[in-house]
Nanobody, 120 residues
Framework: QLQASGGGLVQSGGSLRLSCAASGRSFSSYNMAWFRQAPGTEREFVATISRLGGTKYADSVKGRFTISRDNAKRAVYLQMNSLKPEDTAVYYC????????????????WGQGTQVTVSS
């Protein structure tokens, strides 16, 4: 089970840190990711971190967002800096034992999402 939190309303240029807490003892063996979905659009890839710590980012967030994980706390984080209005979306964390890609169907487990709203 995945529980995302940390969303909110922030002004353009501001920062937010999203957290995703996972239950279960095998967290360290899962690849983790963040996706987002704006109204009327499809869910899109944001960032992923493998069980070995390798990271990958969408071009739209590269240099502004940082994904990290703490296996001891069974948590994954998304530090979002220099936020833009186009970052407004519901952000979802996802997990999979084998998938590390950028496609929604590659991830088996999903959290409930947390709303991020960036005002201009």
């Amino acid at each position: 089970q995945l529980q995302a939190s940390g969303g909110g309303l922030v002004q353009s240029g501001g920062s937010l840190r999203l957290s995703c807490a996972a239950s279960g003892r095998s967290f360290s063996s899962y690849n983790m990711a963040w996706f987002r979905q704006a109204p009327g659009t499809e869910r899109e890839f944001v960032a992923t971190i493998s069980r070995l710590g390798g990271t990958k980012y969408a071009d739209s967030v590269k240099g502004r967002f940082t994904i990290s994980r703490d296996n001891a706390k069974r948590a994954v984080y998304l530090q979002m800096n220099s936020l833009k209005p186009e970052d407004t979306a519901v952000y979802y964390c996802a997990a999979d034992p084998t998938g590390t890609g950028v496609i929604v169907r590659q991830y088996k487990y999903w959290g409930q999402g947390t709303q991020v709203t960036v005002s201009s």
